[in-house]
């Protein structure tokens, strides 16, 4: 069974720091694309960082540029999503997604996603 577990959550200060971590299990990670994506209350998922697969681009959200920065780890079979500076508006549930042979892609395209980690920015 292909499966995405992510950890790291939690709350945290404004201007705090936070680094998820997203585990395979059942599957290598080797050749999968991997996006991470948040949703805010009432809000829909909002791509905020992938990892192309197929040509090695890495995105950012704009709204993320520069603050958050996603990595793999391909010997731990993990990805991480390394977060600094962190505001409340990026407050949400974070999750992240893999597809195998793939590129960038919203919510929906990915093949396998975790069931998401928590994230609270507030003093």
Not at 39 to 63: F, L, N, T, W
Not at 71 to 80: G, W
């Amino acid at each position: 069974q292909l499966q995405l577990v992510e950890s790291g959550g939690g709350l945290v200060e404004p201007g705090g720091s936070l680094r998820l971590s997203c585990a395979a299990s059942g599957f290598s990670l080797d050749y999968y694309a991997i996006g991470w994506f948040r949703q805010a209350p009432g809000k829909e998922h909002e791509r905020v960082a992938c990892m192309s697969s197929m040509d090695g681009k890495i995105q950012y959200a704009g709204s993320v540029e520069g603050r958050f920065t996603i990595s793999r780890d391909n010997a731990k079979n993990a990805v991480y999503l390394q977060m600094n500076s962190l505001q409340p508006e990026d407050t949400g549930v974070y999750t992240c997604a893999a597809e195998l042979y793939y590129y960038c892609s919203g919510w929906g395209n990915y093949d396998v996603y975790g069931q998401g980690t928590q994230v609270t920015v507030s003093s």
